[in-house]
């Protein structure tokens, strides 16, 4: 059973080094033109083939079938999902348990790295499921619900495989003086999975989020139940449809993982959540509903990543027009609902030094919307940058957020994009004693430039608010080295990673798999991080046998 771990073992030597040494490293490409000329129509054309009929899915139901997916763009996809009993979904994951629990360590990451390098194989079927259930453009659908998330899923059994290897296999000597005597034990060590895990999905970014707790689970030993949004279900079925199809081929029970689909008006997630027999919850969604896990879920792990508030603070800048055109991008890029976007822009009211000249706050905030206009202005850029708004609530936000301060920049829709939901960034400036309006979380494409007493007071109102209400990114733009080196302290304690002068092509949106620590588990916004060692090591336990040693 480890002929699948020796195909893939330098893949998987070569991701324990990228941990190690945290360089850019990437097992999959992200350029669509790499993988040849003939995967992007097959994809194309498979995508098409599921529309307007039942998945094809061996896992049986017992409640019919469920499905309302309308994709942002205008489309309704048609296609519905075998709906498995709640009873059922645990029955058959207990049922397989053991025989997974058994296979050895290598074995199952096998199995893993095979459905992952599948996975790979499919990017551009995923890449156009992706995009017509989350309305990410092509372009990031491609990447982010492809290679990337392939990545994380790969992270995540490099870390999990580094663990549990660490534990000797096979019998150990183990001999203590006693005396003129010697006890002699000859020790074993059991790696015992925890047991079900449940990986509750979310809607923006399914496979991104998803894949790190669904292959920890996997190659830790725990059969999984894989919960996706009701809106955007099509990503993590067609995962699990390959993940069964590896497992049944390495003759392991295919009920090692199931989706379990629900709907809206009749969501299974906390049922699912509090069963006796589920033993890890993984989430990524609101803080309502991580809060309500938190407090209901008990006597087991619960990893969640959830909503926070990300900032940016400018004191100062040795290149204005290529900050602006930065942060523009953050701004823009998939609509603002990116878990990593930022909102809240602080900026001291007396303006700043840049390599221009003095800026007043009014130009600061007024050259970023510009930078925006100009992104945007291109009608096919813009529908390549914004894409389109997953959830009708999000274009209502938008709607009512202009109230919420001075506007500096309107929403509009995107050109070219009718058929679609769609708005541009809406950019509002408030003074820092507004604390109602930007210290609330306000999901999408809605950002407040802050005007606040000078830098110190900006760093300070930040750092306070990634501790109260939690923060995945923040950024600093200055000239000041020494307030620079002051301010990456303040950021640590806070919990909140740090991006200091970012100009070019690299957004503080962004987070890159073996380098970056996705969320830090430090702040509200979520006690997990994709990945560390804390987020695999919880997810299995290890038993010793001793025995008396053979004289």
């Known amino acids: 059973m480890t002929g699948l771990f020796e195909k893939h073992r330098d893949l998987l030597a070569d991701a324990g080094n990228a941990i190690d040494t945290r360089g850019f490293w990437s097992a999959f490409s992200e350029v669509p033109r790499t993988y040849g000329e003939a995967l992007p ?3 194309k054309a498979a995508f098409e083939a599921l529309l307007d009929q039942p998945f094809a899915l061996d896992q049986g139901t017992d409640d019919g079938h469920v499905g309302g997916e309308v994709s942002p763009f205008g489309r309704t996809l048609g296609i519905t999902y075998p709906r498995t009993g ?9 049922a397989a348990s053991a025989g997974w629990a058994q296979a ?13 390098t599948r996975l790979n194989q499919a990017s551009f079927l995923m890449a156009h499921a992706v995009e017509q259930t989350t309305g990410q453009a092509f372009a990031m659908a491609f990447q982010a619900g492809g290679p990337h998330a392939q990545d994380r899923a790969l992270e995540a059994v490099a870390y999990a495989y580094r663990e549990m290897t660490r534990i000797p296999h096979g019998g150990v000597a183990w001999e203590k003086p006693a ?36 292959f920890a689970d996997l190659v830790t030993g725990n059969p999984v139940i894989v919960k996706p949004h009701p809106a955007v279900i099509l990503p993590l079925a067609i995962t699990v449809k390959i993940a069964r199809e590896v497992l049944s081929e390495a003759g392991f029970d295919a009920d090692v993982i199931q989706l379990a689909v629900d709907t809206p008006e009749a969501p299974v ?3 699912l959540a509090i069963h006796p027999a589920v033993a890890l919850v993984d989430f990524t969604g609101s803080s309502e509903f991580g809060g309500w896990l938190r407090e209901h879920v008990r006597g087991k792990p619960v990893f969640t990543e959830e909503t926070g508030i990300n900032t940016i603070v400018i004191d100062s800048t040795n290149d204005f027009s290529a900050m602006c055109q930065n942060i523009a991008f953050s701004l823009s890029l998939y609509s603002g609902q990116m878990c990593t976007t930022p909102q809240d822009i602080f900026v001291p009211r007396g303006g700043i030094d840049t390599n221009e000249e003095h800026k007043s ?8 919307a510009a930078a925006v206009d100009g992104l945007l202005a291109d009608p096919q ?9 997953q959830n009708p609530a999000t274009l209502e936000r938008v709607g009512k957020a202009a109230v919420l301060g001075r506007v500096i920049r309107a929403s509009a829709s995107v050109d070219g994009l009718e058929n679609a939901r769609t708005a541009t960034p809406l950019i509002l400036a408030v003074d820092a004693a507004a604390e109602t309006a930007y210290l609330k979380e306000q999901f999408g494409p809605i950002s407040f430039v802050v005007s606040c007493e000078n830098a110190t007071d900006a760093i300070d109102r930040a750092t306070r608010a990634a501790r109260a209400k939690g923060g995945i990114t923040a950024a600093l733009y200055s000239r000041d080295s020494d307030l620079i080196d002051k301010t990456v302290g303040l950021y640590a304690q806070a919990g909140v990673p740090l991006s200091v002068n970012l100009t070019g092509g690299i957004y503080v949106n962004q987070s890159a798999a073996f380098s970056d620590f996705h969320v830090t588990g430090a702040n509200p916004a979520g006690n997990a991080c994709l990945t560390d060692t804390a987020f695999v090591a919880q997810r299995f ?7 008396p040693a053979a004289a």
């Open 41 to 43: 129509s097959e994809g």
């Open 86 to 94: 709640i009873d059922r979904l645990i029955a058959r994951a207990s």
């Open 104 to 116: 050895s360590v290598e074995a199952r990451c096998g199995v893993a790295l095979e459905i992952i």
């Open 179 to 214: 005396g003129r005597n010697v006890i002699r034990l000859t020790k074993e060590f059991h790696i015992v999975p925890r047991g079900i895990g449940l990986v509750i999905a979310c809607a923006t970014f399914p496979t991104w989020n998803g894949y790190p707790a669904l």
């Open 269 to 271: 997630a906390p049922t």
């Open 361 to 368: 706050f009014d130009e600061v905030a007024g050259a970023i």
């Open 381 to 389: 850029r813009a529908a390549a940058v914004c894409g389109a708004i």
């Open 541 to 547: 336990r290890v038993v010793c046998v001793r025995r």
